[in-house]
């Protein structure tokens, strides 16, 4: 019974008259206790979502924020908002945008599960995170689910985001134990000591392109430094980060430690100027980050910011051309290209140009585009029509500048009828592009490549550098010794090398220049969820 969610019934139930209905779930109840415990224990688990979860099928009506260890309404707020399905354009939840009132209510409670946790041990901490992520990892399937109706990339993805999710818990699990300082000898005998201690009630304001995975980025190292939050989804994606809520007071976090508050721009200004928040963490736009800086400035305010990326991606003739392709097909069409440090811009050696182009485009041209939670699917739908019709915008402007489109950039209506409204698109590669294109500057934050020929080392790094956002970059060729040196000249906080888009959680995550600074991820990350206290005996 525990193996087969309820919900199942709910969805046969809003589309079955009750004599029709009730004699199957009796049905269904009888069935699964004949079945054998053993049997339910091994069924796997994808199955199992399957028969629970469908395109089209799923509505949220409970209280999207979480307050104090339970589900709860807004205590104030006038807008309301709607969140789609991307792949059916259907309304899949309404909420109240939390007001001043709700924000303080969720800080307060932040306060007091603070003082709490805030006293416990790093291996205490370690071990509600630990129990956080095996509840994860035995609701994976249920999440990754939810994750691709809401948001609309391919089930294949969001169980790999949901397993990064759980890796993240138990990685800073290990972390809050090994918190320390160090003890410095002074002359005379004396002597002194640092300690690392936990700044306050912390702020994440997470993005819609990994809404569940974000949120695990942030509230891990948070929580195991000792501190607690006060997290604000981005309002296109309301519905995963409250399970994850519920799974960290199901671990036995105090409640009140990791609070949702939803919400659009005002939400996000209460939180930023409260004056208990002691440090506010952001994934999103540079303008939106921007003024979330100003914000955080009046109160003095530490912030991390992982804004926006026009990254790099160089590819060498002397590369192994199979492996560079993968490459810049996963730096481009993961999640719909709705991904930050996506390698948008893709410098060719011009040797290899017209064989590179020509594979990218087939290859481009034959990725399964529909229903997101088949298993076959591999892009989904973009996150809603105004992103859609953005997208489309850049591709079309880009064709008055002088792009040719080589393949895709059109609205894709799937044969599946359930999907007509959703907001599909072909996946694009663009030719003939030049370094002052706008598809070219410009993130587009949607599927589409641009491909730029380049000649030499050193003018290929001067091109790569010259933009304002400095997240990621990458490289491929056989020379390591090449490899090695034109990394360490890109400007970008991440780089990679004949490989892209490889992010464990062990390793650092942020920009240079506008894409932000501050780390998500890796050991570091503790540093900036920590204040260091010197103590002179």
Wanted: hydrophobic share 40%; aromatic share 8%; glycine share 10%.
């Amino acid at each position: 019974h525990d193996a087969l969610p309820i919900s199942s019934l709910c969805f046969a139930r809003r589309s079955c008259p009750s004599s029709v209905y009730k004699p199957l779930a009796q049905l269904f109840l009888f069935f699964l206790r004949m079945l054998n415990a053993t049997v339910l224990r091994t069924f796997p688990s994808r199955l199992v979502a399957a028969m629970s979860l469908s395109t089209g099928a799923f509505s949220c009506t409970q209280p999207l924020n979480y307050r104090g260890g339970a589900r709860v309404e807004p205590a104030d707020g006038s807008q309301r908002e709607e969140a789609r399905e991307p792949s059916t354009g259907r309304v899949i939840a309404t909420f109240t945008c939390s007001g001043e009132k709700e924000v303080d209510l969720a800080i307060k409670s932040a306060q007091d599960a603070f003082k709490v946790w805030s006293q416990k041990s790093g291996s205490e901490r370690g071990r509600v995170l630990l129990e956080a992520a095996r509840i994860i990892r035995e609701r994976s399937e249920e999440i990754a689910s939810l994750e691709t109706v809401n948001n609309g990339k391919s089930i294949f993805e969001a169980r790999v985001d949901v397993e990064i999710s759980w890796q993240c818990l138990e990685y800073y699990a290990g972390l809050a134990g090994a918190m320390g300082g160090q003890h410095v000898q002074l002359p005379g005998g004396s002597f002194a000591y640092t300690r690392r201690e936990p700044l306050g009630v912390c702020v994440g304001i997470g993005a819609w392109n990994y809404p569940f995975q974000i949120a695990c980025w942030k509230s891990g190292p948070a929580l195991a430094c000792g501190n607690a939050m006060v997290y604000k989804p981005s309002p296109f994606t309301p519905v995963t980060v409250v399970l994850l809520a519920e799974i960290f007071s199901k671990a036995g976090a105090p409640p009140g430690l990791f609070n949702v508050v939803q919400g659009g721009a005002s939400t996000g200004e209460y939180l930023c100027k409260h004056p208990d928040v002691a440090k506010v963490s952001f994934t999103g736009s540079v303008p939106t980050g921007s003024k979330i800086m100003a914000m955080a400035a009046q109160g003095i305010k530490p912030v991390t910011l992982e804004l926006g990326g026009k990254s790099p991606l160089i590819i060498f003739s002397d590369c192994v051309l199979e492996n560079a392709i993968n490459g810049a097909m996963m730096a481009n069409f993961l999640t719909q290209g709705e991904v930050c440090c996506n390698g948008t811009r893709v410098f060719v050696q011009r040797d290899i140009l017209d064989k590179f182009t020509e594979e990218v485009v087939k290859r481009t041209k034959n990725i399964k585009i529909g229903d997101p939670l088949l298993e076959d699917t591999r892009m989904g739908p973009l996150i809603n029509k105004p992103h859609l019709e953005k997208v489309l915008g850049f591709i079309k402007k880009g064709q008055e500048e002088g792009v040719k489109v080589l393949c895709g950039g059109e609205p894709y209506t799937p044969d599946d009828p359930k999907l007509k409204d959703g907001y599909f698109m072909t996946p694009c590669v663009l030719g003939n592009c030049q370094d002052s294109m706008t598809c070219v500057k410009e993130e587009i934050f949607g599927p589409v490549m641009s491909i730029l020929p380049f000649d030499k080392e050193e003018e290929v790094l001067e091109r790569a550098n010259n933009t304002m956002y400095g997240l990621a970059g990458g490289v491929f060729t056989r020379d390591i010794q090449r490899a090695h040196r034109v990394v360490s000249r890109l400007q970008a906080g991440m780089c990679f090398i004949n490989n892209y888009n490889v992010s464990p959680v062990e390793l650092p995550f942020g920009g240079y220049k506008k894409s932000g600074f501050g780390r998500e991820n890796g050991q570091v990350a503790m540093e900036y969820y920590s204040q260091l206290k010197t103590v002179c005996v």
